[in-house]
């Protein structure tokens, strides 16, 4: 937008001014004009008033009374010469003097002014000589004794003229005139029109110097005033007009306004480019923020690595320490992935409005953009963020909080050209290590490939269940004193038919992940409902735990769904323990804790599984109806002193909370003589079987001999 040209307010100013100003002063040259001509008429009026009567005190005593028909007197012409004399002096053209007897005889001079070479022509007013064509003023000022002014022309010239009465002795009337010349008059008024107009012509130039400069001046802090609405409107917000030059007037009350403005244009646009670019809570760039950092990243042809960073335990946070707790774990996440790579001069720092290195793309996912870095590989670039994170370790509600992060990796341009296309496989490369658990994973196009297989698989799931391609495997669980079996845990199987025995961990998280796993909880609660019954039945009842999933526990219906499937098989709730993972206890914590005890009152056991990987608060456990404490078995199959230390506190947490501590993963006699001295209650492994069919189980039970337990008699 181009605002009104900076010329225009002070054109108009100096426009109005002059037309002001030509009135003003063509008025005033006029009236000085004026007074100038009234001067010069009274003057010239105050002359003839003066030469009237001057004229009978220049001639003679008696000389006005004198008779009319005696002879000219002798000193006619010295008396003419005279009053020519005394009228050039008082600057009049004639003085002279008429005598009329009564109203029907002629006007005659009494005198004449005359000079020498008007005497020698005979060119004036001869005693008593007639005068020819008076003017009528002049016989008027007979008729009535008043004076009169005339201007007229004679033979003698064009004169402006005052007729003066006065009466003789013997009652006859004389008129004395004075003449002044009219162009002389003319000339003096010429004069005066030239004098007036130079006045004028001068005043108007100096009040058009005036109204330039009092249009300039007025109009500068306007012009300045516009020129920063101009900047404004062009985005520059800063722009501020000056206020302290104008004083108090209403152009610095404009400018202060204008200022405000500014200011406040410039505030709702950070506050809008804020909730457009903004992570409200970290004051992070968001995702459109970082889909442009990244658009810029590509455009200017840089290399780099985008991670995205899961922060894997946020959502425990949350549900057990409160979202405030999670706020806080999410600032400490900003303030530590802001401080990679700080002085690192090689890593080259997007700079711009919205670019940033660290972005949040909401919930619990960073996203770590960084170009033109030192090739560094993933196990590297996991190690420098998970210390960056670990390395000082933050405590909440006096809880430990580990930052624990999952990375997905994506290099441009290897993986993508396109901000969006990157976004979406650093998307793919996450959830890959989330689903394989592991602590990264780079993105690579033929692991999209084995993913799909693994879809595949799940689409072949229901026909699994259908062509009994699915099978339940027992393992036994000891008493780590005596070595009786106390439980067993059911295992779900799946042999397909062209890939062989296919594990869980290749289709449960995928069922988990789409909602099938209701299907095979199903199949296996009917499964293991149906042995219990049968083993209660030929006088062998045991306990059976079954692995539950998160998606069950989200289920209000799943306390319902198992109670069915003990009743159609006619077991009892005692005989089966169900495992709940630390993450299935976070899921939906008011539900999880219906469901649980809906379950417990029903009769059964409940254990938490793979204890010690996920968040679980000594608090939060107590509240729970659980029986049973399952260490994971990463901690017994590497029991190096920092495992041993976390096995011992989690077997007196267990006691303290009257839970049996089961210990999963024991595959050598040493662990087990560890755990037994550790004071662990049961034991489950390889060292005692492998996960078996129910013949093969069934064998195993048959065989097993306590008496044989290593342990037994060395301990109580
Ligand atoms: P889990 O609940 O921790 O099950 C124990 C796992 O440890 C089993 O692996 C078992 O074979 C293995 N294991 C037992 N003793 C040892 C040992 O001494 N050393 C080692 N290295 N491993 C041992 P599996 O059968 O592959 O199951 C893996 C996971 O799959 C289970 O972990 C469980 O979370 C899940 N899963 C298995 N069956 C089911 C099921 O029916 N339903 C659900 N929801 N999940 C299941
Ligand atoms: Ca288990
Ligand atoms: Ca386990």
Redesign the pocket.
């Known amino acids: 937008m181009k605002l009104s040209k900076p010329w225009g307010v002070q054109a108009k100013i100096l426009l109005v001014f002059t037309a002001i100003n030509i009135v003003a002063t063509a008025a005033y040259t006029l009236f000085v004009y004026q007074l100038k001509t009234d001067g010069i008429y009274e003057a010239a009026d105050a002359s003839l008033r003066a030469g009237a009567h001057a004229v009978p005190r220049m001639l003679p005593a008696g000389y006005l009374d004198q008779p009319l028909q005696a002879a000219p007197p002798a000193q006619y012409k010295e008396h003419a010469r005279a009053l020519y004399h005394y009228s050039q002096q008082a600057g009049l053209r004639y003085v002279y003097a008429f005598v009329q007897e009564n109203s029907q005889s002629p006007v005659r001079y009494l005198a004449d002014a005359a000079s020498v070479a008007e005497i020698r022509a005979h060119r004036y007013g001869q005693f008593l000589q007639t005068y020819l064509k008076p003017p009528p003023e002049l016989l008027q000022t007979f008729r009535d004794g008043q004076q009169h002014v005339a201007e007229y022309t004679d033979q003698f010239g064009q004169f402006r003229s005052l007729f003066v009465p006065g009466v003789r002795q013997d009652g006859v009337r004389y008129v004395i005139g004075a003449d002044i010349d009219l162009a002389y008059l003319q000339a003096r008024r010429q004069d005066a029109l030239y004098a007036s107009l130079l006045i004028g012509a001068g005043i108007f130039g100096l009040s058009l110097l005036l109204s330039w400069w009092v249009a300039r001046n007025l109009t500068r802090p306007v012009l300045a005033l516009l020129r920063v609405t101009e900047r404004i409107t062009h985005g520059d917000y800063a722009a501020r007009a000056s206020v302290h030059h104008h004083g108090q007037d209403e152009v610095a009350q404009l400018a202060a306004g204008l200022n405000a403005m500014g200011e406040a244009i410039a505030q709702r646009e950070q506050a809008m480019l804020q909730l457009i670019y903004r992570d409200k809570l970290t004051g992070l760039g968001n995702r459109l923020a970082l889909d442009e950092a990244l658009s810029t990243a590509l455009a200017g042809q840089h290399s780099g690595v985008l991670m995205l960073v899961h922060l894997d335990r946020l959502r425990a946070i949350n549900d057990l320490l409160g979202f405030a707790a999670g706020d806080t774990v999410l600032q400490v996440t900003t303030a530590r992935l802001s401080a990679l790579w700080p002085h690192d001069s090689q890593v080259h720092r997007l700079s711009g409005p919205h670019e940033g290195r660290v972005h949040r793309l909401g919930g619990n996912v960073f996203a770590l953009l960084v170009t033109d870095m030192p090739t560094l590989d993933n196990a590297a670039l996991y190690q420098h963020i998970s210390q960056a994170l670990e390395g000082e370790p933050f405590t909440l509600d006096d809880q430990r909080i580990d930052l624990t992060v999952t990375l997905g990796i994506v290099r441009f341009p290897l993986h993508g050209k396109l901000a969006g296309m990157l976004l979406r496989h650093a998307e793919v490369a996450l959830y890959t290590a989330k689903q394989a658990h592991k602590p990264w994973s780079e993105y690579s196009a033929e692991r999209v490939v084995s993913r799909r297989e693994q879809l595949s698989l799940l689409g072949e799931l229901r026909r699994a269940i259908e062509q009994h391609e699915l099978h339940?495997?027992y393992?036994p669980q000891v008493g780590i004193a005596h070595g009786e079996l106390v439980q067993a845990?059911?295992?779900?199987?799946w042999l397909h038919p062209e890939r062989g025995w296919v594990?869980?961990?290749a289709f449960?998280p995928f069922a988990?992940q789409t909602g099938r796993?209701r299907m095979?909880?199903d199949w296996?609660l009917h499964q293991v409902a149906q042995q219990v019954a049968a083993w209660r039945a030929s006088g062998t009842p045991l306990t059976m735990s079954?692995?539950?999933?998160i998606h069950?526990l989200e289920d209000p219906d799943f306390a319902a769904r198992v109670a069915a499937a003990l009743q159609r098989h006619g077991a009892l709730a005692q005989d089966m323990c169900l495992?709940i993972?630390e993450g299935g206890l976070m899921a939906d914590p008011a539900q999880t804790h219906t469901t649980l005890n809906t379950l417990h009152h029903a009769g059964h056991r409940m254990a938490i599984?793979?204890f010690g990987t996920g968040y679980s608060s000594l608090a939060y456990l107590s509240r729970l109806p659980v029986n049973e404490l399952?260490i994971?078995?990463s901690f017994?199959?590497d029991l190096n002193p920092h495992n041993r230390s976390i096995v011992l506190s989690t077997i007196s947490l267990g006691h303290a909370l009257e839970l049996d501590v089961v210990a999963?993963?024991?595959?050598t006699e040493a662990q087990l003589r560890e755990l037994a001295a550790l004071g662990c209650d049961v034991v489950?492994?390889?060292?005692?079987a492998?996960?078996m069919p129910c013949d093969a189980f069934n064998r195993w039970r048959a065989d097993w001999r306590a008496s044989t337990w290593p342990t037994s008699g060395t301990l109580g």
């Open positions: 339940v495997f393992q845990e059911a295992l779900l199987r594990p869980p961990s449960i988990e796993i095979l909880t296996l079954v692995n539950v999933a069950d495992e993972t599984d793979d399952k994971d078995r017994i199959i999963e993963g024991v595959e489950q492994g390889y060292w005692v492998r996960p």
